[in-house]
């Protein structure tokens, strides 16, 4: 039961813009079921796309020409089934506390966001530091922090022409790092503070939920991590994230 007001018989107002993001929250809920059915029905052709292709490349007599082109699809088709096992991974709502590569995770999702970069004709450029340790977490949760951060550093080069760079790099004592860097218009002195609070957004309706850096800060915190950002207008942002190596 609510009155004309929008409260319900609890006393908690409702407002439209609430309302509003409620009902977005639930439909890209929704869109995230349906995509993991569709991404799970896609690695059955791809596996018989990959096994027909090395048959064919076993067979005597195949032209050179048939081969390289016979090749490229297998190696594309092998690259697809290899993204679909990791979304799904991405997707899993198990807890997956393990020895996670922080390199490898960065590359999952600088490959993932590949066609998001592009379209948006943004240069990504990485610097990794193979030489670190493994880290001691949940790999979805740091996918998904990952994820939020350079999708929002993208967002902000909407543009087009800029560049993202992502570096890997030791920290303090039994720490690793990384950093996000654009070099975007940058984030005005009156709203940096309050980035990542919930609900604030300075993006286009529809773009933005106001949710994702809030969420990206509770996430790295509850790792025993530290989130900072640094920027200036015109100038670019960087988001540094310090995460303990062992929980």
């Given at each position: 039961?609510?009155?004309?007001?929008?409260?319900?018989?609890?006393?908690?107002?409702?407002?439209?813009?609430?309302?509003?993001?409620l009902?977005?929250?639930?439909?890209?809920a929704?869109l995230?079921?349906?995509?993991?059915?569709?991404?799970?029905?896609l690695n059955?052709?791809?596996?018989?796309?990959?096994?027909?292709?090395?048959?064919?490349?076993?067979?005597?007599?195949?032209?050179?020409?048939?081969?390289?082109?016979?090749?490229?699809?297998?190696?594309?088709?092998?690259?697809?089934?290899?993204?679909?096992?990791?979304?799904?991974?991405?997707?899993?709502?198990?807890?997956?506390?393990?020895?996670?590569?922080?390199?490898?995770?960065?590359?999952?999702?600088?490959?993932?966001?590949?066609?998001?970069?592009?379209?948006?004709?943004?240069?990504?450029?990485?610097?990794?530091?193979?030489?670190?340790?493994?880290?001691?977490?949940?790999?979805?949760?740091?996918?998904?922090?990952?994820?939020?951060?350079?999708?929002?550093?993208?967002?902000?080069?909407?543009?087009?022409?800029?560049?993202?760079?992502?570096?890997?790099?030791?920290?303090?004592?039994?720490?690793?790092?990384?950093?996000?860097?654009?070099n975007?218009?940058?984030?005005?002195?009156?709203?940096?503070?309050?980035?990542?609070?919930?609900?604030?957004?300075?993006?286009?309706?529809?773009?933005?939920?106001?949710?994702?850096?809030?969420?990206?800060?509770?996430?790295v915190?509850?790792?025993?991590?530290?989130?900072?950002?640094?920027?200036?207008?015109?100038?670019?942002?960087?988001?540094?994230?310090?995460?303990?190596?062992?929980?």
């Amino acid at each position: 039961m609510k009155d004309s007001a929008g409260r319900h018989s609890g006393g908690a107002i409702i407002t439209t813009d609430l309302l509003r993001q409620l009902a977005y929250n639930e439909k890209m809920a929704e869109l995230g079921k349906i995509s993991a059915g569709v991404v799970h029905e896609l690695n059955a052709p791809l596996s018989v796309i990959v096994s027909a292709s090395q048959m064919i490349l076993r067979e005597e007599g195949v032209p050179e020409v048939v081969q390289e082109m016979i090749s490229r699809i297998s190696s594309e088709a092998q690259r697809l089934s290899q993204l679909t096992k990791g979304l799904l991974n991405f997707s899993s709502h198990d807890e997956t506390v393990s020895d996670v590569d922080l390199n490898l995770t960065v590359d999952f999702i600088l490959n993932f966001l590949n066609f998001e970069a592009a379209r948006r004709a943004v240069i990504v450029l990485k610097q990794l530091d193979y030489t670190l340790p493994t880290i001691r977490l949940d790999g979805n949760l740091l996918k998904q922090i990952l994820l939020n951060i350079i999708m929002n550093a993208l967002q902000a080069m909407e543009e087009g022409g800029g560049k993202l760079l992502v570096e890997t790099a030791p920290g303090a004592t039994d720490t690793v790092c990384f950093i996000v860097t654009d070099n975007g218009p940058g984030i005005p002195v009156e709203t940096i503070d309050r980035i990542f609070d919930r609900y604030f957004t300075t993006k286009k309706p529809g773009v933005g939920t106001g949710l994702g850096l809030f969420v990206t800060k509770s996430l790295v915190e509850s790792m025993g991590g530290e989130i900072k950002v640094t920027s200036r207008i015109g100038g670019g942002t960087t988001f540094t994230v310090t995460l303990p190596v062992q929980q």
